[in-house]
């Protein structure tokens, strides 16, 4: 069993930044794939960012490239997602997920098998 929380959410201003972690208790998180989704009201959840086990290949959905940036630590099970030059159009609950059915792959996953409670962000204009 995997657990995922995710921290750092807030209410922020347009242009403002926000750091989001999200503490796993896998003890093979790092042969885990990792991202990050978001669900705005009324909207269908959708991919934001994620990245290898090892850290060094990551993916961003078109509308967070160049502002986000998606990080992981393999020693403290902890993945991280960098968030700068905020919209308010990144209102939206954010969650971590986890794929834990194919240790150490080499091509992106289309199931995430674990999934944390989201943690809200808020953008102010």
């Known amino acids: 069993q995997v657990q995922l929380i995710e921290t750092g959410g807030g209410l922020v201003q347009v242009g403002g930044s926000l750091n989001l972690s999200c503490a796993t208790s896998?003890?093979?998180?790092?042969?885990?794939?990792m991202a990050w989704f978001r669900q705005a009201p009324g909207r269908e959840r959708e991919s934001v960012s994620a990245i290898r086990w090892n850290g060094r290949t990551t993916y961003y959905t078109d509308s967070v490239k160049g502002r986000f940036t998606i990080s992981r630590d393999n020693a403290k099970n902890t993945l991280y997602l960098r968030m700068d030059f905020l919209l308010y159009e990144d209102t939206a609950v954010y969650y971590c997920a986890a794929d834990t059915t194919r240790p150490y792959a080499n091509t992106w996953s289309s199931d995430y098998n674990y999934w944390g409670r989201g943690t809200q962000v808020t953008v102010s204009s």
């Open positions: 896998g003890r093979d998180f790092s042969s885990y794939t």
